[in-house]
């Protein structure tokens, strides 16, 4: 149980262009869900937290209008990196958990490379 | 906000070693996991484990959440245990994790 993906694996795009990356919850209802960053031989680093139904809430120092988070079902929440750059090149990680409980399950990542 | 910090940075074992993995933490915590990051990036769960001790196979761990750090003990060290092994933390005030910079482990055959 507990099961979380994302999709795309990995993705290569042009600079300028916007890029959706999704997290479902597969078993699950996670009311709940983070982002994170990880860059190369480094930590993750939370982007943002959203509920299902509300607005995200963003770290300090992450561009809520770059970085668009979407959570309209318990088992669904996408990222969109609008007019990617090639500094946003890094790995994207979601994760979920369910009302009440603190555990955390993490989805495979996404590698953004873009050109 | 609530500070993670682990030791080592870096360990290399030989194959069938033993090894014992530090979280020390700034605060008082409602959530701590123990993650192994496989060389794809996929960060496995290893321990939820806000206080007391949990044993999986070789793998075990324990929180002394009254003095504010977590061990994780590897027994028998495979080949396959090399990676990143990341402690994460949630405080009281809200359902965050921080994570620590990690222990990258490897083995040697």
């Known amino acids: 149980g507990a099961v979380v993906s994302q999709h795309p694996s990995r993705v290569i795009c042009k600079s300028g262009t916007s890029v959706k990356i999704e997290c479902r919850s597969l078993d699950f209802q996670a009311t709940t869900m983070f982002w994170y960053r990880q860059f190369p031989k480094k930590s993750l680093m939370l982007m943002a937290t959203?509920?299902?139904?509300?607005?995200?809430?963003?770290e300090q120092g992450v561009e809520k209008d770059k970085f668009l988070i979407n959570h309209a079902s318990l088992t669904l929440s996408t990222l969109t990196v609008t007019s990617a750059h090639p500094e946003d090149s890094s790995f994207y990680i979601c994760s979920a958990r369910v009302a009440g409980y603190n555990e955390q399950f993490f989805g495979p990542g996404t590698r953004l490379t873009v050109l | 906000g609530i500070q993670v910090e682990q030791s080592p940075p870096d360990l290399i074992l030989q194959e069938g070693a033993n090894s014992t993995l530090r979280c020390n933490f700034s605060d008082s915590v409602n959530n701590l996991q123990w993650f192994h990051q496989n060389p794809w990036g996929q960060l496995i769960n290893l321990f939820y484990?806000?206080?007391g001790t949990k044993q999986n196979g070789r793998l075990s761990a324990t929180t002394v959440a009254t003095e504010r750090y977590s061990l994780l003990y590897i027994s028998s060290s495979q080949t396959t245990d090399s990676g990143v092994y990341f402690c994460a933390v949630g405080g009281t005030s809200g359902s965050r994790l921080t994570f620590g910079e990690g222990t990258q482990l490897t083995v040697n055959p």
């Open positions: 484990i806000p206080s």
């Open positions: 959203s509920n299902e139904g509300s607005k995200a809430t963003y």
